[in-house]
């Protein structure tokens, strides 16, 4: 079992910038792809960003590359998404998961094993 703690999240202007962590405890955290999903009030959860078990590659759904970042760090069991030029499309529910895999999983939710519980980021206009 992995479990999966996310905080970063709040209240930003357009424009502003914040950054997500998610903290993994439970079975070895090293060993897992790690991604961001969000949600927005009535639609789909969707894909934002992936991670492999090392950090030495990376996935950025199209709406977030050049504005997002995934990095993380495994001394710390630690996953990171730094959105800068937040965008009010960029409000939901931002929930970090752990894949069953090594490298990049696919940008599904059915790659994906553990589920944290969620951050809000609301950017208002």
């Known amino acids: 079992q992995v479990q999966l703690v996310e905080s970063g999240g709040g209240l930003v202007q357009t424009g502003g910038s914040l950054r997500l962590s998610c903290i993994a405890s439970?079975?070895?955290?090293?060993?897992?792809?790690m991604g961001w999903f969000r949600q927005a009030p009535g639609k789909e959860r969707e894909f934002v960003a992936a991670?492999?078990?090392?950090?030495?590659?990376?996935d950025l759904a199209d709406s977030t590359k050049g504005r997002f970042t995934i990095s993380r760090d495994n001394a710390k069991s630690t996953v990171y998404l730094q959105m800068n030029s937040l965008k009010p499309e960029d409000t939901a529910v931002y929930y970090c998961?752990?894949?069953?895999?090594?490298?990049?999983?696919?940008?599904?939710?059915?790659?994906?094993?553990?589920w944290g519980q969620g951050t809000q980021v609301t950017v208002s206009s």
């Open positions: 998961a752990a894949s069953r895999r090594f490298g990049l999983p696919d940008r599904t939710r059915n790659d994906y094993l553990y």
């Open positions: 439970g079975r070895t955290f090293n060993n897992n792809a």
């Open positions: 991670i492999n078990w090392n950090g030495g590659d990376t």
